[in-house]
């Protein structure tokens, strides 16, 4: 797992909370912008937003591990995502999972080392289509397969892989 880092500048967070009203209201917009800079939540960010906007930080924290669009473990800087739905699922998802583990290094839910990469299984994108379909960052793969999995990992852009 990766770790946290012992000191985080705080400047980028005090620009965006300089950037919202000060009241619990803007709790969920400003986690989304730190958590955009930092790409994960960190502690000592959290405990800021806590101060600065007058929110309890057990509820800044309640919020932050309640939406899965957040994390307070950092993140890689390429998410690969393997959607798990039924069509998926029957067409070989769980192999793109398991050969994502064994080329990464790294099981469902976690990050790499390096934080280059972190893999995460979702319930379904809406591509049944293109089932099963393998997202690494932006770029949607479909009708992936574990033998071409490496070169998902360094592609860009929408391929149907047909």
């Known amino acids: 797992m990766a770790e946290l880092s012992p000191c985080t500048d705080m400047a980028p967070v005090d620009d965006i909370l300089g950037t919202y009203p000060r009241e619990e209201a803007s709790l969920i917009q400003v986690l989304q912008d730190v958590q955009r800079v930092y790409n994960y939540l960190p502690c000592e960010a959290l405990t800021r937003v806590s101060e600065v906007l007058g929110v309890p930080l057990a509820k800044v924290f309640s919020v932050s591990t309640f939406y899965k669009a957040f ?30 583990t064994r080329t990464l290094g790294i099981a469902p839910g976690e990050t790499s080392e390096d934080l280059e990469f972190t893999l995460k299984t979702v319930n379904c994108v809406g591509a049944c289509a293109m089932a099963p379909v393998m997202i690494v960052g932006d770029a949607y793969h479909g009708n992936a397969m574990p033998a071409k999995v490496s070169s998902y990992l360094g592609k860009k852009g929408v391929t149907d892989e047909n």
């Open 71 to 100: 994390s307070i473990e950092p993140q890689g800087r390429v998410t690969v995502k393997v959607c798990m739905g039924t069509a998926c699922h029957i067409r070989g998802a769980p192999q793109l999972v398991d050969e994502l």
